[in-house]
Nanobody, 121 residues
Framework: QVQLVESGGGLVQAGGSLRLSCVVS????????MGWFRQAPGKEREFVAA????????FYADSVQGRFTISRDNAKSTVFLQMNSLKPEDTAVYYC??????????????WGQGTQVTVSS
């Protein structure tokens, strides 16, 4: 069974940066588009960014466009989320997921356990 393990979260001041990583077990990583979602306390999980299986296409939520960058390393079965110019409203648990569907889609699954990102003002 596939496992997704996120890391890289932490506490950072507004304007700072963090880089999240998500390592995926199994040999089929390059067959799936990958995505990052987040969930703040009391809110539903929301889409943040997605990248196609080849890495050639990326999609972003309007709220992070221009500040966040998603990338992947298929040789290492890892997807990254570089987060710059962080704002307090970016505070959430960040999850990675995968989908066999073509992008754009928000139909992702196989969630990891999440990594907490806290941005102080």
């Amino acid at each position: 069974q596939v496992q997704l393990v996120e890391s890289g979260g932490g506490l950072v001041q507004a304007g700072g940066s963090l880089r999240l990583s998500c390592v995926v077990s199994g040999r089929t990583f390059s067959n799936y588009a990958m995505g990052w979602f987040r969930q703040a306390p009391g809110k539903e999980r929301e889409f943040v960014a997605a990248i196609s299986a080849s890495g050639g296409s990326t999609f972003y939520a309007d709220s992070v466009q221009g500040r966040f960058t998603i990338s992947r390393d298929n040789a290492k079965s890892t997807v990254f989320l570089q987060m710059n110019s962080l704002k307090p409203e970016d505070t959430a648990v960040y999850y990675c997921g995968r989908t066999a569907k073509r992008l754009p889609t928000i139909d992702f699954g196989s969630w990891g356990q999440g990594t907490q990102v806290t941005v102080s003002s």
